[in-house]
């Protein structure tokens, strides 16, 4: 369907073509692939094989046929041509030409368009999807309205963030505050996929509205990912590290990379409601921090991976042999610089500057919290 809709995207020949026909007030029913699958379920027309104009669409639209055009749009195939796709095929619309699009979009692998004069309306199907084309200015208007929303989550999203450093820093995070973070990032992400949807419809006219978006929402995912990795089955009623034993990142049923783990815990909060995301006890639950019913003040220790992976020119994979060795950022946080050499690859300077860049970001996040 995105392919098929920056077909029609403003400024795209095929929408000014569609737009002529709907201010003429006239139907057309377009097929958008003149491959031998469609032409197998046609029958009459003739053929043209010409360049294609919004003028001549425009013009081709007077006869009732359907008229075929090439897979990039960019040649008019046939026109007046009658199509007979399956009428086993089910279909919710009631119209003719609605009916005969949807049956040919469920049965051929191409992108169909019914324009609806009555209704004054642009519909394009594609497999069991149906979309209705809006007009430019009411998809600015939603895009624009639905950037202030992920502004307000984006703001929420680095204050919590801010606080969590802090409480990490202080050994004094809990449910609620991993949850804190974690909400207004799916929010934010969730708003973010439906703004994606508006701005492929808006084609080249919605450039400036990409960019705002690709600002919004810079950053999020990576930062997402090293907090789940960071507390993912951490609320089993022990404090990792606590004791200074070892243990590595949770690895969800124990045969697959905590980093997959990560990802199966994402998509798993993904697949929450709007209402169970801001539920902390479902948001724990889900992360392994807790049941559902679990006290949201339960007491959480990071295991240090977004702490180390904000240490500048710090490789990623460094910083995880040190999570590894450690188990916990308390314990990365006391560690000496002879204990950290001990981890493989860290020499004397990469120890000392571990040390110091831990040091600046604890700084730093305690001024951030209070100013």
Not at 219 to 248: E, K, N, Q
């Amino acid at each position: 369907m995105a392919d098929a809709l920056a077909l029609v995207a403003p400024g795209q020949p095929l929408r000014d073509g569609l737009a002529r026909v709907l201010q003429a007030n006239r139907g057309a029913l377009l097929v958008v692939g003149d491959g031998h699958e469609v032409l197998s379920i046609c029958t009459g027309g003739f053929l043209l094989d010409a360049e294609f104009s919004p003028q001549r669409l425009s013009e081709l639209a007077k006869m009732d046929g359907a008229i075929i055009l090439s897979s990039r749009a960019d040649r008019i195939a046939r026109a007046n041509v009658h199509l007979m796709p399956d009428a086993s095929i089910p279909t919710i619309e009631t119209g003719t030409r609605h009916r005969t699009a949807e049956r040919m979009a469920r049965s051929i692998d191409v992108p169909v368009v019914s324009v609806s004069a009555a209704m004054g309306l642009i519909t394009v199907y594609r497999h069991d999807h149906r979309h209705v084309l809006q007009t430019e200015r009411r998809l600015h208007e939603r895009v624009s309205q639905a950037l202030q929303t992920l502004q307000r989550f984006r703001n929420r999203f680095d204050a919590a963030l801010t606080t969590l450093s802090a409480l990490e820093i202080a050994d004094t995070v809990t449910v609620r505050d991993v949850a804190a973070v974690l909400q207004p990032a799916e929010l934010l992400w969730r708003v973010a996929d439906e703004v994606k949807a508006d701005l492929v419809e808006l084609g080249e006219d919605g450039r400036l509205l990409r960019l705002q978006l690709e600002e919004v929402t810079e950053g999020i995912d990576p930062v997402r990912h090293l907090i789940v990795l960071d507390y993912l089955g951490a609320g089993d009623g022990t404090r990792a590290g606590r004791d200074g034993t070892r243990a590595a990142a949770v690895e969800g049923d124990g045969k697959v990379p905590a980093l997959d783990a990560a990802d199966r815990a994402l998509a798993a909060l993904a697949r929450l409601s709007t209402d169970e995301v801001l539920d902390d006890r479902r948001v724990s639950s889900v992360l392994g921090l807790g049941s559902a019913h679990a006290d949201p003040d339960l007491p959480l220790e990071p295991r240090g991976y977004r702490l180390l992976h904000r240490l500048p020119r710090f490789p990623d994979a460094l910083a995880d042999r040190i999570v590894e060795h450690f188990s916990s950022l308390s314990l990365i946080m006391r560690a000496s610089v002879s204990e950290l050499e001990e981890v493989g690859g860290v020499g004397e300077a990469r120890a000392r500057s571990v040390k110091e860049g831990l040091a600046r970001l604890a700084e730093a996040s305690i001024l951030d919290r209070y100013s």
